[in-house]
Each structure stands twice: as structure tokens, then as C-alpha cells.
């Protein structure tokens, strides 16, 4: 990942023993470069609450930087409720 300061999005295409995470879903991935050199992601998942799963359970997607704003204000809304 490359900014702590910039929100980042992957997609699920594995949930295998993941009850909180729905295939084909867009979820926001937190930095946390001790969790990927172990092979792993910090995710907010369905439960609003970020959790580490493996990152083979996501394809990372490039989105407008106006585009992950908002998706980040939104999870960060939902979050606040």
C-alpha cells in the first residue's frame, strides 16, 4: 500500500471460513504493513470493524482518488452509527 493516509479497496473473491466478508464485495484495506509481510490484510469488514483475513481473499482495485473519499467517509459514517 502506498499512503497510511489515503484509503485503499480490494475486492473478495474468497471467503472461505469468513462469515463477515460477501464475495464480490468492495471492502476498504487499512495500512498495516506488519499484517501484509505475514500474507494478511487489514480489512473493515461487514461487522464495520477492521480484522485481519488473508489477502488472497482480495483482489486490490485502483480507484479515482474522489471515488475512495467518499467510500471512506461512508464506512467511516456507517462506523459513527
Known amino acids: 500500500m502506498s499512503s497510511p493516509s489515503i484509503p485503499h479497496f480490494g475486492v473478495c473473491v474468497r ?3 469468513c462469515e463477515d466478508l460477501q464475495l464480490r464485495k468492495l471492502y476498504q484495506i487499512l495500512p498495516d504493513e506488519s499484517a501484509e509481510r ?3 490484510l487489514r480489512v ?8 485481519l483475513y488473508p489477502a488472497l481473499n482480495f483482489i486490490p482495485v485502483t480507484l479515482p482518488s474522489a471515488v475512495e473519499q467518499a467510500l ?3 464506512t467511516e459514517g456507517a462506523a459513527t452509527q
Open 44 to 51: 473493515i469488514d461487514d461487522s464495520g470493524e477492521d480484522y
Open 15 to 17: 471467503n472461505d471460513g
Open 38 to 40: 505475514n500474507g494478511l
Open 72 to 74: 471512506a467517509a461512508l
